[in-house]
Nanobody, 119 residues
């Protein structure tokens, strides 16, 4: 599976961006789709994730500001980011995990999209 992320860019503090990620095929049994981010010199951390059943999970730093959603029919996941702060600046990566009937648990990463929030 290939994940194609889009929607990053430059925005001022308090602004909004919407990231989208499209998978190249339908998942066999999706475990979760989510977004991670990595700022320069820091580790890659989970921002938000949504399970196959629709349960969502957010990093404390983005709760109330970011919303993750998934369209299973279109094999896409989106991250709506509101009230952006300079500390949200990072490369954002789309992630997906599925249980393949033959290969078992598989994990995929998108190519990353830059989000820059100016103060």
């Amino acid at each position: 599976v290939q994940l194609q992320a889009s929607g990053g860019g430059l925005v001022q503090t308090g602004g909004s961006l919407r990231l989208s990620c499209a998978a190249s095929r339908r998942f066999f049994n999706i475990r979760h789709m989510g977004w991670y981010r990595q700022a320069p010199g820091k580790q890659r951390d989970l921002v938000a994730a949504i399970t196959g059943g629709g349960t969502t999970n957010y990093a404390d730093s983005v709760k109330g500001r970011f919303t993750i959603s998934r369209d299973s029919a279109k094999n896409t996941v989106a991250l709506q980011m509101n009230s952006l702060k300079p500390e949200d600046t990072a490369v954002y990566y789309c992630n997906a995990k599925e249980t393949h009937p033959i290969s078992g648990l598989l994990e995929y990463w998108g190519q990353g999209t830059q989000v820059t929030v100016s103060s």
